[in-house]
C-alpha cells in the first residue's frame, strides 16, 4: 500500500510564497523508482486540475496559469516531491493533491495514487 503525505499548505497573503512536499512511502518492501508524480488542485465547486507534473527523467509540464510562478523538483533519494509557488493570488486557492503515476518496489507495483491534500488559502 502507497501512503503519499503532503505538507506545507496554510494561509498566505497575495503575492506570498507557500512550498508543498510529498513524501511517497510503502507499507511493504523498499521504493526502488517512482515514475512521474505532480500536483492537482481542487477548487470549492470546481473540479481537480493539473497544476504540474514532472517526469522521471524530470521533465516538467504545467498549467497555464501557473507558468513563471510554480516550480516542480523531485528529490528521487527521499522518494519526495515538491512545488515551490511564488507570486500567488487568490485564484490559487484550494486543496492540493500530491500524485505519482505508478511505483516500483522490491515486493510490488503500484499504479496511480494519490494523497489526502494539503489546503492552500491565498487571501486578497
Known amino acids: 500500500q502507497v501512503q503519499l503525505v503532503e505538507s506545507g499548505g496554510g494561509l498566505v497573503q497575495a503575492g506570498g510564497s507557500l512550498r508543498l512536499s510529498c513524501v511517497a512511502s510503502?507499507?511493504?518492501?523498499?521504493?526502488?523508482?517512482?515514475?512521474?508524480m505532480g500536483w492537482y488542485r481542487q477548487a470549492p465547486g470546481n473540479g481537480r486540475e493539473l497544476v504540474a507534473v514532472?517526469?522521471?527523467?524530470?521533465?516538467?509540464n504545467y498549467a497555464d496559469s501557473v507558468k513563471g510562478r510554480f516550480t516542480i523538483s523531485r528529490d528521487n533519494a527521499k522518494n519526495t516531491v515538491y512545488l515551490q509557488m511564488n507570486s500567488l493570488k487568490p485564484e490559487d486557492t484550494g486543496l492540493y493533491y500530491c500524485?505519482?503515476?505508478?511505483?516500483?518496489?522490491?515486493?510490488?507495483?503500484?499504479?496511480?495514487?494519490w494523497g489526502q491534500g494539503t489546503q492552500v488559502t491565498v487571501s486578497s
Open positions: 514532472i517526469s522521471s527523467s524530470t521533465n516538467t
Open positions: 510503502v507499507a511493504s518492501g523498499r521504493i526502488i523508482s517512482i515514475n512521474a
Open positions: 500524485n505519482t503515476k505508478g511505483i516500483d518496489t522490491t515486493v510490488s507495483y503500484y499504479g496511480i495514487s
